[in-house]
C-alpha cells in the first residue's frame, strides 16, 4: 500500500467520522427537543392518544422513537458519504421526501386532531434539527467518492 493510499483511507474515515459524530450529537438533540416538544404539548393538554387499543404514546417514546430513526438518517449520510459523489445534495433530497412521507401517518391512525398536528410538529423539528446539521457535516466533507474514482 502506497502512503498516498493510505492518506486518502485516512482523510476518507475522518470524513465518515466527522459525519458519524455530528449525527450522533444530532440525534441526541433531536430527541431532546421533540422530548420537550412532546411534553409541553401534553401539559398543554395534548393526549397522544391512539385510538387502537387507546394507548397514550408516553414521552420517552417519542425520544426514543426519534433517536432510533435519526440513527436511520445518519446510517444514509454515512453511506452517501462513503459512496456519492454529491452525498449532501442527494441526503437532502432523499431525507426531505422521507419527512414528507412520515407526515402523513399521524392523520391515517384516527388520532385527535391536537395529537395528529403536535406528532406532525414534533416530525418536523426532529428533520429540522437532524437534516440541516447532517447535510453541513456532508458539505464539508466533500470530495469522498469524487477524488476517490468510486462511483455516485
Known amino acids: 500500500m502506497s502512503d498516498t493510499t493510505f492518506a486518502t483511507r485516512s482523510a ?3 470524513r465518515l467520522g466527522r459525519v458519524a ?3 450522533l450529537l444530532a440525534a441526541v438533540a433531536a430527541a431532546a427537543a ?3 416538544g412532546a411534553a409541553l404539548a401534553r401539559a398543554g393538554g ?3 392518544e391512539v ?10 417514546g417519542v425520544a426514543f422513537v426519534t433517536a432510533v430513526l435519526s440513527l436511520v438518517g445518519v446510517g444514509l449520510a454515512v453511506a452517501l ?6 452525498p449532501a445534495e442527494r441526503f437532502v433530497r432523499t431525507t426531505l421526501t422521507l419527512t414528507a412521507v412520515s407526515l402523513v401517518p399521524p392523520f391515517l391512525v384516527g388520532a385527535s386532531p391536537g395529537t395528529s398536528l403536535t406528532l406532525v410538529a414534533l416530525h418536523l423539528l426532529a428533520a429540522g434539527v437532524v437534516v440541516p446539521a447532517l ?3 456532508l458539505r464539508s466533507g466533500r470530495g469522498s467518492a469524487a477524488t476517490s474514482g468510486r462511483p455516485a
Open 12 to 14: 476518507s474515515d475522518r
Open 21 to 23: 459524530g455530528t449525527g
Open 34 to 36: 421533540t422530548a420537550t
Open 46 to 48: 395534548v393526549g397522544f
Open 51 to 60: 385510538p387502537d387499543g387507546g394507548e397514550s404514546i408516553p414521552v420517552s
Open 81 to 86: 458519504q462513503r459512496w456519492s459523489v454529491r
Open 135 to 137: 447535510a453541513r457535516a
